[in-house]
């Protein structure tokens, strides 16, 4: 399952010097995004399992240097929009790969699940 999202809001970065009572709206915002988009893609697939990695690869809107752990937090609601729409929990990942692609206009996240396996139980 492939979930494309727009680039993440400038206060979801932990450098953005912004206090996070500021941040609610945007994190729920951005979560919101990720569960609609997941959904999309569940309704279509006839998901029932879940996956234990994700590919996060993102796509800059400029040739600004970032951290990629930096990305990695501010794609930290998408990820759990996307568990949320899955219907688990987002503890059950073991791994998250993160990788850059080339810079897009207007900035891009594609986060690609992997390795599903069946619930217990």
């Known amino acids: 399952m492939i979930?494309?999202?727009?680039?993440?809001?400038r206060k979801l970065f932990p450098n953005s010097?912004?206090?996070?009572?500021?941040?609610?709206?945007?994190v729920q915002d951005y979560r919101y995004e990720a569960k609609i988009?997941?959904?999309q893609q569940k309704n279509k697939l006839n998901i029932s399992t879940y996956p234990t990695s994700l590919t996060i690869t993102f796509f800059p809107p400029d040739?600004?240097?970032?951290?990629s752990d930096s990305v990695l937090s501010?794609?930290?609601?998408?990820?759990?929009?996307?568990?949320?729409?899955?219907?688990?929990d987002d503890s059950v990942l073991e791994r998250i790969t993160i990788t850059r692609g080339q810079v897009v206009k207007n900035g891009?996240?594609?986060?690609?699940?992997?390795?599903?396996?069946k619930p217990v139980g």
């Open 3 to 9: 979930i494309k999202l727009h680039w993440p809001d």
């Open 17 to 26: 010097r912004v206090q996070k009572k500021y941040t609610n709206d945007i």
């Open 37 to 39: 988009a997941t959904l």
């Open 63 to 67: 040739k600004r240097r970032r951290d």
């Open 74 to 88: 501010a794609c930290k609601p998408a990820i759990d929009g996307i568990f949320d729409a899955l219907g688990f």
């Open 108 to 117: 891009e996240i594609i986060i690609e699940a992997n390795n599903w396996i």
